[in-house]
């Protein structure tokens, strides 16, 4: 279990992220798309897209289920391994935060399979998908703090904004209170 001391809130890019695992906010396709998903892929290079498309031949031809999460090479990434995660498109009439939640608990258990003792997350879902970022914040906290891992031992989020970062420090500070 990560207790609340391990998790650090950072803004910048996850791209530049030293950690053993960095997490993607993917779509099903896995073959790429805007925001986090493109700045990896650009970044990382083409043997990410290369496992990206292996997996999609072996296990995904549907496409990876929203909620789900898988790893493949980090590429060119300072990190060593990138987790992908699908996140659920914000709905005004539907609950969707359960499968935002299992974005962050499989992505963690992936990654604790490997054996990664660091892991990074951007803000899943709050920049395509449209996801308020006070109700993401709370969500991947409050799960992060529940998932029992083994080999994880710090969780960082990256935040691309001033502003996301000041809401995600103040639900930390908030959970923190608690
Ligand atoms: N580092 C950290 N955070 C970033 C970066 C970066 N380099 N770039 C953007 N953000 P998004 P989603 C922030 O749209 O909402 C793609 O097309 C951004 O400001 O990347 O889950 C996929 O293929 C926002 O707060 O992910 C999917 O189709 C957060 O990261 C779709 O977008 C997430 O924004 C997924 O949408």
Redesign the pocket.
Known sequence: MVSARNIQLVQ????EQETDVVVN???SSLL????????IHRKGGPEILADCRALRASKYGRGLPTGQAVATTAGRLPAKWVVHTV?PVWSKDEDRSDLLAACHSNSLQVADSLGAKTIAF??????????P?KSAAEIALTTVLATETSSITAVRF????AA?FEVFNDALTELLRE
Do not use: E, M
């Open positions: 910048g890019d996850i791209t906010a993917a779509n790429g798309g805007g925001g986090v998903d493109g700045a996140g951007p803000a899943i879902s709050t920049g395509i998908f449209r996801w970022v990256v935040l691309f904004d996301a």
